[in-house]
Each structure stands twice: as C-alpha cells, then as structure tokens.
C-alpha cells in the first residue's frame, strides 16, 4: 500500500468537494458556528431496524440518511427512484404503514417500527400487482423513471377514496366521494412524469378502480 | 447535511425540556419542510428531537363545543375528520388545496403552521435574506417578486407565508396550545401566533426556544358557508398567489382571512364589516395601504377578483 497515491477519482473527489464549500457561501459557515458546540464531529451511527416488504433489516447508519437513501444504497432496492430529493417530483414514493409518503424527506431512524412497502414489495414479474399490470397494459410510461412513485401512489390513492379521504376537486365534503377521473388527477398531482404519459396512467388507475369507460 | 444527533422524546415535557437545554436542536415531526431545508443547510440542527412518539395525534371535542386537534395529526386525517367536514369545511377544503397527497400523508397540524417561506432567496444560500442571514439584505424587494407579499411587508422583508391551513385557522379564530420547557402551558390565540417581518423576519412567530405546539384548538362552530378559494399557477400542487379563506352568513356577514398576500394570515375587522357592501369595499380595507412590485401588483385585484367570486358563490 503506497503512503501517497492519488488517484483521478480521489483528486476529483476533493476538487467536488471545495466547490461544494465555495457554494455554499459564507452564511452556511455563519450558521454552523452557531451550533458548533452541540454538533458531533464525526457523524455517529446509530442501530436502526427497518421492516421493508415484510422483512425486518437491521443496520448501523448516519442519522442523515433519508429513507429513500437507505432503501436504495443499503437494501438495494433500487426500484424507488430519486428524482428532485425535495418532495416536489413523487419519484420516490413508497408506501408506510398503507400511506403513500415521499420517502426523501423521512429519516430511515424516523421510520422504525413502520411497515415499508415498495415496488418490489407489491409485485414481482409473473406475479404482478394489478396496478402494475394495469400500467403495462395501458403504456403508462415511455422511460419509466417515474413509474415505481407513480405505481405505489396510485395504489395508496384508492385506498384514500375507498376511506373518503377528500381532495380538492371534491364537490360535497359530506357526500358519498365518487371515484372519477378529475379526483384521479387531483390526487395523483404529487408525482410528476416528464414523458408526459399521464392520459396513459390514469386509464391504468381508471381500469385498476374499476371505472366503467 | 451538517451532522446531527437524534432522539425520540416520549413526553411533550420531556421533548420541550430536551430542546431548551441542547444548543441547536430542534424538534421533528412530519420533516417535509425541515429535512428539505436541512439538505439545502439553510436549517442546520446540531440535535433532532423526534416528536412522533408523544401521542398528540387525537382530535378530540372540547367541552366548549369546540375541537382539539392534536399537533401531530397528520393534514390528511384532519381534512378526513367527520367534524371537520361537516363543521369547520373551510379547514378540510384549505387543507387539500396545499401540498401533494404524500406530503399530506406527513405534514402535522404543528409543522403546517411552522413551515418556513418558499422564497426563492430565502432557499438560495449564494443570496442575501434578511430571513436567512440577518442583515445581509432582501434580493426579492428588486428581484423575482411575483409569489411575494403585498401587505404588511417591510423593507426588509416581503416573504409570504405559505401555509393554506393556517389562513382556514385564523377565520376560525384557532388557538395554538404549547407547553414551555419549564412544563407550563400557554394558549396563544392564532392571530398572535405569527408575526409581520418588521426588522426582525427571521423571528416568524412568538414561540421561545425549545416551546412545543401541543395542539390547535377550534371554537365552537359558527355555521355559514364556508368555501376556500385557491388562486395558483398550476391547477393542482402549487403555492397560492392568493387565497380566500371565507365564513359566509346568511345575511351577508362573515369572515374572511386571506393568504399568498402577507408574512403571515390576513385578517382585518374592517374589511368584515364591509363584508355586506361586496367584494370591492371589503377588499379595499383588507389591501389598505398595500405596498406592491411591478411584478406582484396584478395581486391586489386579482385579489378583490378572488373574493367577489367567493361571495358569490356563497349567496349560490
């Protein structure tokens, strides 16, 4: 092993970094003198247990880490994508507990004790959740970055009408909640597809509630 | 992401204590606007205090015929809450015209009025903002000011709050719950709860450190109609330009909050009892003194448009 060897990777590596502190500008560094007495460090880990597609996985992390990041680099379930890392895309929704969240802004050591599922946990080929099929059946995709967010939401989503949970286009909010296309667009507006597949998703969803066309 | 360390509190006692006593920690709840904000380090907690434990998510009657809405409760269980829909409508429509289903599914009661501005400067460390770094300037007074405020700003500041929910509460006459680090409690009524940006709009609201939201409190219903008229660039999943929370009687009285307009949910008595005489003589006292940029001067009567359109669809 040599005492001194840098690599293009390594030496690129630093180069990122320095920029990423040039950034950041002086009032990121303003703010963290501030703090500076209570902050560890060196990131301590921490013992966190995930319960994932009805698995339970135990693993030491950085507190950092979003459940998006834990899922993908720690489980690899690369199937829930990272899209805009801010809730704003839908790209990485999963299910908790029955609920469709964006799982980039949820700690993993804040989603102990919760059931995860994700599109891995609803289907597997041959053996596919009825969304999932749906999606195939009606191309709703033309890449597919999208489609795991917009497949578990989707799912989430019925379950959200059959529980009469209501959206903004919700005409009576104490009348019996309808299922059709404009709550179906509503309520899916929290994920985004820049193929634009969307007339092709929501006769997926229409088919999957069981809309009469 | 600065480093942090991280716990769950059990009691909010405990929680609010644990929070006055460590330097730079925070409180966590459902983490969409604080974890955002922590990536970005424009929020940089040394220690995150994780609230969901505290068994504040009921929404319960009170004995004043009212309601009492746990601070943890999520935005979706509370615009799905029987009572709501049927007594408090304003709040269940303002509640999914904000945010996406997801984020509904885990945005609390207590963080929905907590949330920070979305002001491009504010989000954009390389910018002066006076909200970010006091002192240092507002970029958005000559910058892209199309979203901002244009009452009761400063020269400091022009930032809007973005919260739907919280304009709902204020025409309902909400109270915020709390409970201090040294274990007393406090009732603060929903029009003090946030502030206007004077020289201080880093100071948001009148909460002290390490004081915790325990739960929002309704009065007893008042009737009327209660409509939420949402005014944004996309039909759906966009902050408002501006929004009408309204009350309607039969007789013409009512009342009317107004948000995408100000640092804070605007309410004002005169614009009330103006309510009767129409659109234009209650939105004339609401934007009194209003004080606009070429680029979000559209607002004010686009403002007046909003609420005429609201009151009549309340007369039906």
Same mark, same amino acid.
């Given at each position: 092993?040599?005492?001194?060897?840098?690599?293009?990777? *390594?030496?690129?590596?630093?180069?990122?970094?320095?920029?990423?502190?040039?950034?950041?500008?002086?009032?990121?560094?303003?703010?963290?003198?501030?703090?500076?007495?209570?902050?560890?460090?060196?990131?301590?880990?921490?013992?966190?247990?995930?319960?994932?597609?009805?698995?339970?996985?135990?693993?030491?992390?950085?507190?950092?880490?979003?459940?998006?990041?834990?899922?993908?680099?720690?489980?690899?379930?690369?199937?829930? *994508?990272?899209?805009?890392?801010?809730?704003?895309?839908?790209?990485?929704?999963?299910?908790?507990?029955?609920?469709?969240?964006?799982?980039?802004?949820?700690?993993?050591?804040?989603?102990?004790?919760?059931?995860?599922?994700?599109?891995?946990?609803?289907?597997?080929?041959?053996?596919?959740?009825?969304?999932?099929?749906?999606?195939? *059946?009606?191309?709703?995709?033309?890449?597919?970055?999208?489609?795991?967010?917009?497949?578990?939401?989707?799912?989430?989503?019925?379950?959200?009408?059959?529980?009469?949970?209501?959206?903004?286009?919700?005409?009576?909010?104490?009348?019996?909640?309808?299922?059709?296309?404009?709550?179906?667009?509503?309520?899916?507006?929290?994920?985004?597809?820049?193929?634009?597949?969307?007339?092709?998703?929501?006769?997926?969803?229409?088919?999957?509630?069981?809309? *009469?066309? | 992401?600065?480093?942090?360390?991280?716990?769950?509190?059990?009691?909010?006692?405990?929680?609010?204590?644990? %929070?006055?006593?460590?330097?730079?920690?925070?409180?966590?709840?459902?983490?969409?606007? @604080?974890?955002?904000?922590?990536?970005?380090?424009?929020?940089?907690?040394?220690?995150?205090?994780? %609230?969901?434990?505290?068994?504040?998510?009921?929404?319960?009657? =009170?004995?004043?015929?009212?309601?009492?809405?746990?601070?943890?409760?999520?935005?979706?269980?509370?615009?799905?809450?029987?009572?709501?829909?049927?007594?408090?409508?304003? @709040?269940? $429509?303002?509640?999914?015209?904000?945010?996406?289903?997801?984020?509904?599914?885990?945005?609390? =009661?207590?963080?929905?009025? &907590?949330?920070? #501005?979305?002001?491009?400067?504010?989000?954009?460390?390389?910018?002066?903002?006076?909200?970010?770094?006091?002192?240092?300037?507002?970029?958005?007074?000559?910058?892209?000011?199309?979203?901002?405020?244009?009452?009761?700003?400063?020269?400091?500041?022009?930032?809007?709050?973005?919260?739907?929910?919280?304009?709902?509460?204020?025409?309902?006459?909400?109270? !915020?719950? #709390?409970?201090?680090?040294?274990?007393?409690? $406090? %009732?603060?009524?929903?029009?003090?709860?946030?502030?206007?940006?004077?020289?201080?709009?880093?100071?948001?609201?009148?909460?002290?450190?390490?004081?915790?939201?325990?739960?929002?409190? @309704?009065?007893?219903?008042?009737?009327?109609?209660?409509?939420?008229?949402? !005014?944004?660039?996309?039909?759906?999943?966009?902050?408002?330009?501006?929004?009408?929370?309204?009350?309607?009687?039969?007789?013409? #009285?009512?009342?009317?909050?107004? +948000? +995408?307009?100000?640092?804070?949910?605007?309410?004002?008595?005169?614009?009330?009892?103006?309510?009767?005489?129409?659109?234009?003589?209650?939105?004339?006292?609401?934007?009194?003194?209003?004080? #606009?940029?070429?680029?979000?001067?559209?607002?004010?009567? @686009?403002?007046? $448009?909003? &609420?005429?359109?609201?009151?009549?669809?309340?007369?039906?």
């Amino acid at each position: 092993m040599t005492i001194f060897n840098p690599t293009r990777r *390594k030496l690129l590596q630093a180069t990122a970094a320095a920029g990423g502190a040039v950034a950041a500008g002086p009032f990121a560094a303003e703010a963290e003198a501030a703090t500076q007495a209570a902050r560890p460090a060196a990131p301590a880990t921490v013992n966190v247990l995930l319960r994932v597609n009805g698995s339970d996985h135990q693993m030491m992390i950085d507190p950092r880490t979003t459940l998006l990041d834990a899922l993908r680099e720690r489980l690899h379930l690369t199937g829930t *994508k990272k899209g805009c890392d801010q809730g704003q895309c839908g790209a990485c929704t999963v299910i908790a507990d029955g609920r469709r969240i964006t799982s980039c802004l949820t700690l993993a050591v804040m989603q102990q004790g919760h059931e995860i599922t994700t599109i891995e946990g609803l289907g597997r080929p041959g053996n596919l959740h009825p969304m999932q099929a749906a999606f195939v *059946k009606h191309d709703g995709y033309q890449c597919g970055f999208c489609t795991p967010g917009q497949i578990c939401s989707a799912v989430a989503m019925l379950e959200e009408v059959k529980a009469g949970v209501p959206s903004h286009v919700t005409a009576d909010l104490n009348g019996r909640l309808e299922p059709t296309d404009a709550e179906f667009r509503e309520r899916m507006s929290g994920n985004i597809c820049r193929c634009g597949a969307y007339s092709n998703i929501q006769e997926a969803i229409a088919e999957v509630a069981g809309v *009469k066309r | 992401m600065k480093s942090f360390t991280y716990e769950r509190a059990r009691t909010p006692a405990g929680a609010a204590s644990a %929070v006055g006593r460590t330097k730079g920690a925070k409180f966590i709840a459902g983490g969409t606007n @604080l974890l955002d904000l922590m990536k970005l380090e424009i929020e940089t907690p040394a220690h995150l205090i994780d %609230v969901n434990d505290l068994g504040l998510d009921r929404i319960e009657p =009170t004995p004043e015929g009212g309601l009492k809405i746990g601070a943890l409760v999520r935005n979706t269980d509370l615009a799905a809450n029987a009572r709501v829909r049927r007594d408090y409508g304003v @709040l269940a $429509r303002a509640l999914v015209a904000g945010a996406s289903g997801q984020l509904r599914n885990q945005a609390t =009661t207590a963080g929905n009025l &907590l949330q920070r #501005t979305r002001c491009p400067y504010f989000y954009d460390t390389n910018q002066p903002c006076n909200k970010r770094r006091p002192g240092s300037g507002c970029s958005a007074i000559n910058g892209f000011s199309r979203q901002h405020a244009i009452v009761g700003t400063s020269e400091a500041c022009i930032a809007t709050h973005p919260s739907d929910m919280a304009v709902a509460m204020r025409a309902l006459d909400a109270s !915020v719950e #709390t409970i201090r680090p040294n274990g007393s409690a $406090r %009732v603060i009524p929903i029009a003090d709860f946030h502030k206007l940006p004077g020289n201080t709009p880093h100071i948001e609201n009148t909460l002290d450190t390490g004081e915790l939201i325990t739960a929002v409190t @309704l009065p007893k219903p008042v009737g009327g109609t209660h409509l939420y008229r949402k !005014v944004r660039d996309r039909a759906s999943y966009a902050f408002a330009l501006v929004s009408v929370a309204a009350i309607v009687q039969r007789d013409g #009285t009512g009342r009317v909050a107004m +948000g +995408g307009v100000a640092h804070k949910p605007w309410r004002v008595e005169a614009a009330e009892r103006a309510l009767p005489r129409g659109a234009k003589a209650a939105a004339a006292e609401l934007l009194a003194g209003a004080r #606009t940029t070429d680029q979000n001067a559209f607002k004010v009567s @686009l403002a007046e $448009r909003a &609420l005429a359109s609201v009151l009549a669809e309340a007369k039906g």
